[in-house]
């Protein structure tokens, strides 16, 4: 349990890391580079290269056009369709390059890739059911939520990661028992004519 609290801190950035990569790679890695090349935080060993200036360039030039991507409902779907290839291993990596090298490491990227592929499917599925509205103001107030989700889960992560792992863990069981809750409705529903 000591082992586990005194790298509590770790575990929590690892997490918001594959969480938010799960939402918005881009901006995930923008902010984190952004808050190292600004002194604001330290980041881990392997993760200093977020802070270069041209992956800072890369990742912010990204970030917008994935910020942009976004907020258009039917080109939304076909960007998360060709982010399902990208967002998980980039979770995955992320939360090993935490921990650097070793069992940790390995851990982290299996967990890692998991819930962001968890965080992925969960957001592509939502859009996808969202984005049937012929209305642009749903898509446009998801969208938006998930920006600040992301920016505020990775601050919450630096600055109270205990805080930050108690709210994952409350979304992935709000998650999962809304999962049962609709994977329940639907077999309970009538079937159309075969």
């Known amino acids: 349990m000591d082992a586990l609290l005194r790298h509590l801190p770790e575990i929590a950035l690892a997490s918001a890391l594959a969480w938010g990569s799960g ?8 902010a984190l580079g952004a808050a190292g090349w600004l002194g604001w935080i330290e980041l881990p060993q392997h993760l200093a290269l977020l802070a270069h200036p041209l992956v800072l360039s890369v990742s912010g030039f990204m970030a917008l056009v994935e910020f942009g991507t976004d907020k258009l409902p039917w080109l939304d779907s076909v960007w998360d369709a060709v982010h399902t290839f990208i ?3 980039a979770g995955a990596a992320l939360a090993a390059a935490v921990f650097g090298d070793g069992a940790a490491a390995l ?18 599925g939502t859009r996808a059911v969202i984005n049937t509205s012929p209305e642009p103001f749903t898509n446009w107030t998801a969208s938006f939520t998930e920006d600040a989700a992301v920016l505020g889960g990775l601050w919450l992560a630096l600055v109270k990661p205990a805080a930050f792992l108690v709210l994952l863990v409350l979304l992935l069981v709000l998650g999962l028992a809304l999962f049962f809750v609709l994977r329940k409705k639907f077999r309970s529903s009538p079937r159309g004519p075969a």
């Open 87 to 89: 967002r998980i291993p």
């Open 23 to 30: 939402l918005r790679l881009y901006a995930t890695l923008f």
């Open 107 to 124: 851990a982290a990227a299996i967990l890692g890739g998991t819930l962001a592929a968890g965080t992925h499917f969960a957001k592509a």
